[in-house]
């Protein structure tokens, strides 16, 4: 006979982490012309975010630890391939492609933010930057702005494709992990003779 039991998974914390930094992202993205405070602010929201997951991904439950998600380039790959043909092995906590979707959503947050603090420390000579921007000549700044524009588009990109992601994992392995990001549950199923 087969049961199935919710059991947690995401804790609080880490949920709080993904919403909040899926709306900061998205109140960043689209403020930067019109609502420079807001932005300015959603930006160091993000970076405090980030720092927060840095750190609880070494110290947080078993199931937000980088030690026990992140895996090899070739482990990703095959998993890809996997659900492509409907065979991907189902994962209690984050799978390959989450885990590296992980990582590259927060290498590019991080370029995000730091090339927007240097953009911010030219413009409004203000952040943590101002010294090093202070007499930096204009390509820095010009470099400072592409790349900041380039990775807040390449993140919203990302964005998308975990989204994607998350739709045919749920759909691959019959389950909502939208749902789940919510609460932090996933039904684990246990065959009893």
């Known amino acids: 006979m087969t049961t199935t039991q919710q059991i947690k998974v995401w804790d609080l914390p880490l949920r709080i982490f993904h919403w909040s930094l899926v709306s900061c992202f998205f109140i960043a993205y689209f403020t930067e012309d019109n609502f420079m405070t807001l932005h300015t602010y959603a930006g160091y929201t993000i970076i405090g975010l980030i720092i927060f997951r840095l750190i609880w991904g ?22 890809l391939k996997d659900i492509l043909y409907n065979q991907a092995k189902r994962y209690l906590g984050h799978n390959p492609a989450g885990a590296a979707m992980i990582l590259a959503l927060i290498l590019s947050l991080i370029t995000t933010t730091i090339s927007g603090l240097a953009i911010y420390a030219t413009e409004e000579m203000a952040g943590p930057f101002v010294g090093l921007m202070m007499n930096a000549p204009d390509f820095i700044y010009d470099g400072a702005e592409d790349i900041h524009e380039f990775f807040a588009n390449f993140t919203l990109t990302l964005v998308g494709l975990h989204i994607v992601g998350v739709l045919l994992a749920s759909i691959s392995h019959k389950e909502n992990l939208i749902r789940a990001m919510w609460t932090g549950n996933k039904a684990v199923k246990n065959n009893d003779s």
């Open 58 to 79: 070494v110290i947080g439950n078993h199931h937000a630890r980088f030690n026990n998600f992140v895996c090899r380039p070739r482990t990703v790959r095959s998993y």
